[in-house]
């Protein structure tokens, strides 16, 4: 398996040349489940393992395009984590309390603590692309925001905190046919809303502002996973790859125990 794109600090990435229908070397479908279901295996074992030793957190941020897949990648790569030290925060329109405040203020509060994995569904990034594309700040403004974001990124790194930012990148065709989806099937219909098509005419605008966000916000200490994700199935093998390979990297261990445990009885 071929591992994800990541972008390096310095070198820039256009997004034209990633094809989305990479399959990361996979092959098929049946080869992926099969990948996939020891790559969880060991994310189990490794989460397990990050709760014990509480170091450290891990931070996975996804965006994507409408139907881009955030909320399928969440559901399959992370279902067979412990709920109890994984924490998933969606990001919305901000609440008119979160407005009184800087548009980092919401994110800080969802980073997970130590011994946790917490996944944004969205994250501080929508103020780089939404609010730009839909000319809600100046360009001054998100121009300033890379900076304030790197530094806000390299403050948790610094602090234990270990980020992966996962770009799910689909093509503008593969988008029509999951919106077509949402509309032909009944089961869906409930996710189909009419800013997907006006969102959807804004293609070029995201894509622009989506690869300026990559390019000038990959640091050595949190560079962008670009992920090809018109097939679903390799999508989730290579974030869930990602995820595993990162806590490994860690050395991660148990604590020792307090007590003598030799001199223990248990009567």
């Excluded at 924490?87 to 130590?114: C, G, M, N």
């Excluded at 690869?211 to 994700?229: F, G, L, M, Q």
Aim: proline share 4%; glycine share 4%.
């Amino acid at each position: 398996m071929k591992k994800p794109i990541v972008t390096l600090e310095g070198r820039r990435v256009r997004l034209a040349d990633v094809d989305p229908d990479d399959d990361a070397g996979l092959g098929n479908k049946a080869k992926a489940l099969e990948r996939l279901a020891k790559d969880l295996e060991r994310l189990r074992k490794l989460q397990h393992l990050l709760y014990a030793d509480d170091r450290y957190a891990l931070l996975v941020v996804i965006q994507a395009m409408d139907t881009g897949g955030k909320d399928g990648t969440i559901r399959h790569v992370m279902s067979g984590l412990n709920p109890v030290g994984c924490v998933v925060t969606s990001f919305k329109v901000p609440t008119p309390d979160e407005r009184q405040h800087d548009y980092l203020w919401r994110i800080h509060r969802a980073v997970p603590p130590k011994g946790v994995v917490g996944v944004f569904n969205r994250s501080h990034y929508e103020d780089v692309l939404v609010t730009r594309v839909h000319k809600l700040i100046e360009k001054k403004t998100w121009e300033r925001r890379y900076r304030e974001i790197n530094d806000f990124e390299r403050t948790l790194r610094e602090n234990g905190v270990e980020i992966l930012k996962f770009f799910l990148h689909i093509s503008k065709v593969e988008q029509a046919k999951r919106l077509r989806a949402r509309i032909e099937d009944k089961a869906k219909n409930w996710k189909f809303s009419e800013a997907d098509i006006v969102e959807r005419r804004l293609w070029s605008d995201y894509q622009e502002a989506y690869e300026d966000a990559i390019n000038e916000c990959t640091t050595s200490w949190a560079p962008w996973h670009i992920v090809p994700a018109n097939k679903k199935w390799a999508r989730d093998c290579i974030v869930a790859r990602a995820m595993a390979d990162r806590l490994e990297s860690l050395n991660l261990r148990y604590p020792k125990p307090v007590l003598d445990l030799s001199k223990i009885v248990i009567r």
